[in-house]
């Protein structure tokens, strides 16, 4: 069984700055793409972020220069760095990480629980 735990989050004033961590732990065998999806209440779940095992990363438009995605594989552990947050970033902010759970399978898809990011003006 995957688990991961994110933490981080909370209030912070608009133009400021947040971090969020997520930890995958269980018995798997690799961990290829991690990332960051946010929703806001009555919106779909939409991409922030996602990076691979070997660094490549890939960011919605809207948070591109401003936040900043990064792994450490021999934690399991993917970061979510959010600078200059705007009104229109509080949301819940999702892990998500694709696992191969051995050699022989193909990865699957596991999420984390959640943690809220609030912006104040």
């Known amino acids: 069984q995957v688990q991961l735990v994110e933490s981080g989050g909370g209030l912070v004033q608009a133009g400021g700055s947040l971090s969020v961590s997520c930890t995958a732990s269980g018995n798997f065998f690799s961990i290829n793409v991690m990332g960051w999806y946010r929703q806001a209440p009555g919106k779909q779940r939409d991409l922030v972020a996602t990076i691979t095992s070997g660094g490549n990363t890939n960011y919605a438009d809207s948070v591109k220069g401003r936040f900043t995605i990064s792994r450490d594989n021999a934690k399991n552990t993917v970061y979510l760095q959010m600078n200059s947050l705007k009104p229109e970033d509080p949301a819940a902010y999702y892990c998500?990480?694709?696992?191969?759970?051995?050699?022989?399978?193909?990865?699957?898809?596991?999420w984390g629980q959640g943690t809220q990011v609030t912006v104040s003006s």
């Open positions: 998500k990480a694709e696992v191969r759970p051995s050699r022989d399978k193909l990865p699957l898809g596991y």
